[in-house]
């Protein structure tokens, strides 16, 4: 029924996540402190800005995916784009975390205008990526394989910002935070512009829509919008990521202002992804023993359960704190890979029950919701600051901003886990749906070989 991928295909093809989460991690855990301590906007403008950007950017990512479903070159579908995109995606990313000398109405506008930028560059260098795992492999076991090499990348990417950016800011910025933000994001763009181009190097496409189906944009939503597994995924992923830039977004602050020190955040951290790491590694193990759906349920379970006990632990407990987040980031990660897996499997099961192939539209619906996600996020984490009274430019909060930075920090984003985890109890493709799925789609092909070229 399948081939088993080569450990070079599957390192190369990770490298991509890691270029794109120098990035994306950054927009996580850094940006909001960025715009609001660095950059000199406050809470409010931030948040606003995340929300209508997000948002307004989300719709990019279905339009990527149809783009990405019709585009025919001899490197495949969804590669060239990673080499397209890659020197665009380094120049952005440093411009976005760069503070211009400029006046106070014109920094806003340099704001809006390459957090765009940023958020366009990413969604066509990411659908085209994230779709590749589709047509790299029908095996749905390489697929999690895959996934958790990527998730490894992703988070070791999470983790070399999360730990070392802020240190970094510091090195390099001798006291100039502008300065350090600039050339640490600097130095991880060029790597992400290295990293791209190797992991259009090192894949490969292999499963291509049948020859002789017709493309009709139309058709290709009808038969998304039929498939109950792609509903069940998008409302899962938005719940997912809007809990993941909740959580991010807050930390820092916490550190700041609630803990008062900030430089427990790179400890807290470092520790908190040493053990992602570790449960990402565990996932493809454990979901073949227990299965994919209920293996996600579960990491979203006693991700929430662990974020909500930090609002019982006393800011000062910092051993309790950091062996918290280890056990949250543990849970939390055996469900890294899972959803980039199962945008595959959602795509296979369009496939059997229509017979029709559309990995990219399937992929960026699922990438819409994330950014969604993403997008009211960042905007509730900024307005929850504005709500509690959250002043950016002090240097001490009040107890009732300190009290809302907690409370986001532990309930809010501990809500949104629950939410994420209550939308896959109606996710209708089990472990034995799958292999059912991948080896009638396999008899279909009769033959399972290389297509495009390398």
């Known amino acids: 029924m399948t081939e088993r991928l080569s450990f070079r295909e599957k390192f190369g093809y990770s490298l991509g996540d890691m270029a794109a989460n120098f990035i994306f991690q950054a927009m996580l855990a850094l940006q909001l402190d960025f715009y609001t301590h660095t950059f000199g906007l406050t809470a409010a403008q ?124 510091h090195l390099f910025g001798h006291g100039n935070d502008a300065r350090g933000y600039q050339l640490t994001m600097g130095l991880l763009s060029a790597l992400s512009v290295v990293f791209f181009i190797i992991a259009f190097l090192a894949t490969k496409e292999r499963i291509q829509p049948d020859p002789r189906q017709k493309t009709a944009l139309r058709q290709d939503l009808s038969d998304l919008f039929a498939n109950r597994p792609w509903i069940v995924l998008f409302l899962a992923t938005l ?20 803990a008062g020190n900030v430089d427990l955040f790179s400890w807290f951290n470092g520790f908190g992804l040493a053990a992602l790491l ?88 699922v990438v819409f919701a994330l950014w969604v996600g993403l997008a009211l996020g960042g905007a509730i984490a900024g307005w929850l600051f504005s709500l509690y009274g959250f002043i950016s430019e002090a240097a001490v909060q009040t107890a009732h901003a300190q009290s809302g930075i907690l409370l986001t920090a532990s309930v809010y984003a501990g809500l949104a886990f629950f939410a994420s985890a209550a939308c896959f109890f109606f996710y209708p493709i089990t472990r034995e749906m799958n292999r059912k799925i991948a080896n009638e789609l396999a008899e279909r092909r009769k033959v399972f070989a290389p297509q495009s070229g390398s």
């Open 46 to 169: 931030a948040g606003t800005l995340f929300l209508v950007v997000g948002l307004g950017v989300a719709f990019l990512n279905p339009v990527m995916g149809v783009i990405a479903d019709r585009t025919s070159t001899r490197w495949g579908k969804f590669r060239p784009w990673l080499l397209w995109s890659a020197i665009p995606f380094g120049i952005i990313g440093v411009l976005t975390f760069t503070t211009p000398n400029i006046s106070p109405g014109a920094k806003i506008a340099y704001a809006w205008i390459t957090y765009i930028l940023l958020r366009v560059v990413y969604t066509i260098n990411n659908v085209p990526y994230a779709s590749l795992n589709a047509v790299m492999t029908l095996d749905p076991d390489e697929r999690t394989s895959i996934s958790s090499y990527r998730q490894i990348a992703a988070n070791s990417a999470g983790f070399i910002v999360a730990s070392l950016a802020i240190p970094m800011v």
């Open 239 to 258: 719940f997912y990521f809007a809990a993941i830039v909740i959580r991010g977004n807050v930390m820092l602050p916490y550190f700041r202002f609630v």
């Open 278 to 365: 570790l449960g990402v590694a565990c996932s493809t193990a454990a979901s073949v023993r227990m299965g994919k759906r209920p293996l996600f349920i579960a990491s979203m379970l006693l991700a929430a359960v662990f974020n909500v006990v930090l609002l019982f632990l006393r800011p000062s407990a910092t051993m309790a704190i950091i062996g918290t987040e280890v056990l949250r980031q543990f849970s939390f990660g055996l469900s890294g890979p899972l959803i980039w897996a199962m945008m595959g499997d959602v795509a296979d099961y369009g496939e059997w029950k229509t017979g029709r192939r559309a990995s990219g539209t399937v992929t960026a619906a």
